[in-house]
């Protein structure tokens, strides 16, 4: 914009407050490399193993089914193996989705009582819960090992989902605990006013609220129970009941020497789809969660 003072011939000319286009980054990040350049760095490193992986799977390799062509031989090894790709796989399944129920229904109802109620030592048990975050993980399974042996529960895919919803509590309840107090009080009062009572505002208003940490957190849930090693080697003695990443180990035993890479490989594509997949499909959902603590109000 420019404006022409009558008493001179000066020219004044205005600032441009017209404000930058969104969604488009501005100017350069480190090393003057520009930003799509840099991301897409990023991506290529951490996608090419998994790419390779893919790839290799599908390939022809010395020692595999597959050593003639392109094709699925490996995955036939695969599901071939032992008892069965699908036996492993519905064990991983159980193991997965009832860690998640048990944790989204511990998480959200202690995440609403530490935000929302004042009892004596909250803050204390609330440090309680946090503090199994720095016990190392392989040193409590031998103790709970013997406490489920206790009740009955050893060598069991419960008790494998019992012990991961346990690693899962802190960062579970710490999650659901900032998602409940970023929500407003007085959505609970007009909810109240309304003729809810508090398990009913907890069941319609807060719920709906709280929807993408509960979804941040039965990500994160699956993805645990879903890939963990340790648990499922130490509590399952049962070759029936093996999860797929303790069968997908055992695919690396020797015969004559010879590892079979292609069946592994193939083992850990499978493994790898669904964690894939449920990343993708809530992507912003996850996002979403992670950021409902960053305001309050």
């Not at 996608?47 to 020692?63: C, D, E, I, N, R």
């Not at 048990?125 to 720095?134: E, P």
Request: aromatic share 14%.
């Amino acid at each position: 914009m420019t404006l022409t003072d009558t008493t001179s011939t000066r020219t004044i000319v205005a600032p441009d407050y017209r404000p930058a286009r969104a969604g488009r980054p501005r100017g350069r990040v480190a090393y003057g490399i520009p930003y799509f350049v840099f991301t897409g760095a990023l991506a290529l490193l951490f996608l090419y193993p998994l790419v390779w992986t893919t790839v290799s799977s599908f390939s022809p390799q010395a020692g595999s089914a597959q050593t003639d062509g392109w094709g699925f031989g490996n995955y036939v090894s695969l599901a071939n193996f032992q008892a069965g790709i699908w036996v492993y796989l519905g064990n991983s399944l159980f193991v997965s989705l009832l860690t998640v129920i048990l944790t989204l229904v511990t998480s959200f109802l202690g995440g609403y009582a530490f935000a929302r109620f004042s009892f004596p030592g909250k803050n204390l048990l609330f440090l309680l819960v946090l503090a199994i975050l720095m016990v190392p993980y392989a040193t409590l399974l031998i103790p709970l090992y013997v406490i489920l042996n206790a009740i009955g529960l050893a060598n069991s895919l419960v008790g494998v989902a019992l012990v991961l919803t346990m690693f899962q509590l802190p960062f579970s309840m710490f999650m659901m605990r900032i998602s409940f107090e970023s929500i407003p009080r007085e959505m609970d009062e007009a909810a109240l006013v309304d003729g809810c009572n508090s398990f009913s505002a907890l069941w319609r208003v807060l719920l709906p609220a709280v929807k993408p940490g509960l979804i941040t957190v039965g990500l994160f849930a699956f993805l645990a129970a879903w890939n963990d090693f340790m648990a499922p080697l130490i509590l399952i003695t049962d070759t029936n009941r093996m999860t797929l990443p303790l069968a997908v180990a055992n695919l690396r035993g020797q015969v004559m020497g010879v590892v079979d890479y292609g069946a592994t490989e193939a083992g850990v594509v499978v493994l790898a789809l669904p964690c894939v997949v449920l990343f993708l499909v809530l992507q912003r959902h996850y996002v979403r969660g992670f950021m409902s603590g960053a305001f309050k109000g």
